[in-house]
């Protein structure tokens, strides 16, 4: 075993990058999934859509955003700086998973991480658990070091698509300084990971929000981010 911290390098490149960013706008704190409605088909569908990305001066946020997902990605292959927590069925507070009496009457889950030698959440993705305390639909936001949202990842898994025997979807939104949608992209595909048309499948479509900052989404979702003792390294075996 040995300690790996992350190098300088990448350090550097999130400090020249993130010195840009600033917010300014402010974002309607509504309640986030309300109303699932259903997607018939020859409907237009909006989730479905994928947008270019136009300016190629917007090319180093997209990177930025892409090598934060690797470093979150790396994190759950290691299992290492994820905290969770737990909203249980019937409770209206957010807590430590480990405090949870019932781990089968989970209404959400939730996953944080932060920013390397940093207090300012990095990742925060929400669950939400169906009957059979599956997730349904998941909800990732990346922010960077100032608190701004720069990727926003939706997810959803279904049996009753009509086109195969378990379906995915799977989007990513990439945002500028100014919360400017500057690209996205869309995946639909089976257990197999072959790719669906979305034509030909019936999905759920629900209501959801994407909050601008970090201090916006754990204001409207009430999460408490003090509940854990932060590590500040990565064990990664040889």
Not at 112 to 140: C, I, T
Not at 212 to 225: A, G, H, M, P, Y
Request: charged share 30%.
């Amino acid at each position: 075993m040995k300690l790996i911290k992350l190098s300088v390098l990448f350090l550097l490149s999130l400090f020249l990058t993130l010195n840009s960013y600033s917010q300014v706008d402010s974002l309607d704190n509504s309640n986030v999934y309300i109303d699932e409605y259903e997607l018939s088909k020859g409907e237009e569908d909006e989730e479905s859509l994928e947008i270019e990305l136009k300016n190629k001066d917007d090319e180093g946020l997209i990177s930025f955003a892409q090598g934060l997902l690797d470093y979150i990605n790396i994190l759950k292959e290691k299992d290492s700086l994820i905290y969770y927590f737990v909203k249980p069925i019937g409770r209206e507070e957010i807590i430590n998973r480990d405090e949870n009496p019932n781990p089968l009457n989970i209404e959400r889950k939730y996953e944080l991480v932060f920013h390397p030698n940093s207090s300012k959440p990095m990742f925060v993705r929400e669950m939400v658990m169906n009957e059979n305390q599956a997730w349904d639909f998941s909800y990732g936001s990346l922010f960077d070091t100032i608190g701004n949202l720069v990727m926003f990842i939706r997810e959803y898994n279904t049996f009753y698509s009509q086109c195969a025997e378990l379906a995915f979807e799977h989007s990513e939104y990439f945002y500028n300084k100014d919360f400017e949608l500057i690209k996205k992209t869309y995946q639909a595909y089976d257990q197999n990971h072959n790719p669906l048309e979305i034509d030909d499948c019936w999905m759920d479509r629900e209501y959801y929000s994407k909050y601008k900052t970090i201090d916006e989404l754990l204001s409207s979702v009430k999460l408490n981010i003090n509940l854990f003792e932060k590590e500040t390294e990565i064990q990664i075996e040889e």
